[in-house]
């Protein structure tokens, strides 16, 4: 299986994995032999790419990280309670319980994957609408806590806080939340009162923990006090928000909006080490950066040397050098551990 951008689909490819919309329902089956009308559908939809089966990447085995049955739950609930946040709704008792069980599926999901290392698409859901993104970042965020062998309550309190960490900007102008452009000031700092407005509304309709209602409001401080609303710098933010800051900037910086097109996974990665310290706890960013990869395998590089492959193993800590196959010769060249290569760098993710 490896991963294909959408430019370099062609009908009879076979699709590896299932495809799913927003409210979970499944648009492609596994193993689909891809047509033009499918291809154009997936285009539409605004999937950058998706994984095939071909006879090349046949050793390439791509891991699902989270079943899609436990994505499809979590992606109902959320759109649950982000209506019933907008129509001013009260929220049943059962709808609540709802919540928690499948937090606590997820919450166990990531505790079962602790040990392997994730990858950074892997854990992505391809859609960037808010809901997507709730789910991506909850899950990113479970996993990085529980590789920081974080508690099962603070696990519990994270995932959730994931999902709820933009509950505020319900509360916020739609045009001024999907406007194609650059904010104005005044713009700006209305939409910075969203992390408050969500702990606001959290604190009233729900009985969440202190650690989930703190995590909502503190998820854009950042680590040197620049951050907002309440310019809380180091361990004075509470080790949730500041694993949620990493996870939310990750996956708002490789999704699609409206203003930018989706950047690299190591593109990004490079920029959040790149600000470790300052936007971002290093202990955070250090666990991001050794125990997910960004290479994904399946996925087609370039190396310096001019030369292409697909990605078939990663190797724990040594996050830019995996084992790669090469394209032109089939022969296994790995970056880590084979001398001859290390001279050689990725110079590319062809995604
Ligand atoms: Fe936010």
Known sequence: MRYTPISQLKGNMILGQELYDATGRMLLAKHTTLTEENIAYITFLGIPGVYIDDKFSEEAKVEEIIRPEVKKA??????????????????????EAEFRRNITMIVETVLDKRDVMDSLIAVKTYDDSTFFHSANVAVMAGIIGAKMRLSRIELDDLVT???????GKVFIDPDIIN?????TDEERVQMMDHPMLGYDFLLEEYS????????????????NGDGYPRRLRGDSITLLARILKVADVYDAMTGKRSYHDPYLP??????????????????????????????PVGCEVGLS????????????????RPTIKLLDTDELLDLANDRDAWNLTITRLLI
Not at 208 to 223: A, D, M, N, R, T
Not at 269 to 287: A, K, N, T
Not at 307 to 318: A, L, M, P, S, Y
């Open 74 to 95: 979590a992606l109902r609930m959320i759109s649950e309670v982000f209506i019933q946040a907008s129509q001013d709704d009260t929220i049943e008792q059962e709808a």
């Open 161 to 167: 806080a994931g999902f709820l960490h933009d509950i």
């Open 179 to 183: 406007a194609p452009r650059k904010l």
């Open 208 to 223: 969440f923990s202190k650690g989930v209602l703190e995590g909502v409001y503190q998820h854009h401080e950042w680590y």
């Open 266 to 295: 190591s593109d990004v990665l490079e920029y959040i080490m790149g600000r470790s310290g300052m936007e971002f706890d290093p202990d955070v960013v250090q666990v991001m950066a050794t125990e997910m990869c960004v290479y």
């Open 305 to 320: 040397d001019g030369r292409r492959g697909i990605i078939v193993e990663n190797h724990r800590g040594f996050i830019m």
